[in-house]
């Protein structure tokens, strides 16, 4: 792990890193309406949980990245669980391009339509794969003040 001694630095990560931070608690928080049966086709619990932790990770990384903690075991395990879920997700995304009527609003996962959730699902993993390399990128720069 490495840690951030330039104060000045600090506080405008701290800034972008809180709220990123209280940003991924929000976008964990809004997936437990993937369990709601009215909007979902046959909603699954543990996916809901599964994108709960997702985005939840992302905001414990922003959090310890506040205290100048980068801990790159947890980076790289991200990034490569990242990378499955964009994999997994893309034939969705890519269907709903093919389509003709790309959309990601105002249409509910169903049988008929899963391109629709899916699409959600890549942003939503490319967005974590974002923030990674931002806090990626913020390790490298502490690295560079402590030398």
Not at 70 to 96: D, E, H, R, W
Request: glycine share 6%; with cysteine.
């Amino acid at each position: 792990m490495v840690r951030e001694s330039n104060p000045m630095n600090q506080r405008i990560f701290n800034v972008l890193n809180g709220f990123g931070a209280i940003s991924f608690v929000i976008f964990a928080w809004l997936q437990h309406e993937d369990n709601n049966a009215e909007i979902y086709f046959n909603p699954s619990l543990v996916d809901v949980w599964m994108w709960m932790m997702f985005y939840g990770l992302v905001a414990l990384l922003f959090g310890l990245a506040m205290k100048g903690l980068f801990p790159k075991l947890l980076y790289l395990l991200f990034a490569f669980f990242c990378s499955y879920q964009l994999s997994v997700t893309i034939p969705g995304f890519m269907a709903n391009l093919a389509s003709g009527s790309f959309s990601i609003t105002n249409h509910s996962m169903s049988p008929i339509n899963p391109q629709v959730e899916l699409t959600r699902e890549f942003f939503g993993a490319l967005i974590a794969l974002a923030a990674v390399g931002f806090l990626w990128w913020q390790r490298g720069q502490a690295r560079k003040i402590l030398n």
